[in-house]
Each structure stands twice: as C-alpha cells, then as structure tokens.
C-alpha cells in the first residue's frame, strides 16, 4: 500500500532553516508528482511546493526561500526551508498525486519562535 513518511520537523528560531524529507512506499515514485503542503491552526491547507517532470511551482509566500527536490533512486522528497518565519509555522504534509487517487502523509510540525 501507499505511505508516506514525513521526517525533519521540528522548532527553530525565526531565520532558521530545516530540511523536511517524506519517504514514500508502494508505488513508482519517479513517475508521479510530488507536492508539500501545510496548514497552520484554524486556517486552511494550503499548497507550499511542487515538483514533477514539468519543473517545480511555489507558493508566493515560498519563492526565494524554499526548495522542492526528489531523489528517485530513494523515493525521497525534500522541502528546504530557509529564512523561516514564524508565520511558517504550521504541519506540513507531503502528498503523492496518483492515477488512482491522491496520498498524504501523516504530517510533521514546523514552528518557528523566538
């Protein structure tokens, strides 16, 4: 079965970078787009990153600070984050977009504080 396993959350100054990492299992990863999302308290989910053959697209609030990659040979994608804000703060969850349907991780908490 499909799953996904975000990891390199975590709490961090306002500045600060983290690297997240979603392991995903269960089908052909190279083929299939990979995208990052995150929902912060009482608001919506919302698109952070996304990357597939195409290229890779971001959100506004993302542009200059983020970077989506893969690595196909591990079924591995990554979100660096750098110059974090505390209004970054928020679970961030990876999601595979499937023909037969989309998949999401389990999600990890980003807070970013002073």
């Known amino acids: 079965q499909v799953q996904l396993v975000e990891s390199g959350g975590g709490s961090v100054r306002p500045g600060g970078s983290l690297r997240l990492s979603c392991i995903a299992s269960?089908?052909?990863?190279?083929?299939?787009?990979m995208r990052w999302y995150r929902q912060a308290p009482g608001k919506e989910r919302e698109l952070v990153a996304g990357?597939?053959?195409?290229?890779?697209d971001y959100a506004d609030s993302a542009k200059g600070r983020f970077a989506i990659s893969r690595d196909d040979a591990k079924s591995t994608v990554y979100l660096q984050m750098n110059d974090l804000r505390p209004d970054d703060t928020a679970v961030y969850y990876c999601?595979?977009?499937?023909?037969?349907?989309?998949?999401w991780g389990q999600g990890i908490q980003v807070t970013v504080s002073s």
């Open positions: 999601k595979a977009e499937l023909n037969r349907g989309d998949y």
């Open positions: 990357i597939s053959i195409l290229g890779t």
């Open positions: 269960g089908f052909t990863f190279s083929r299939y787009p």
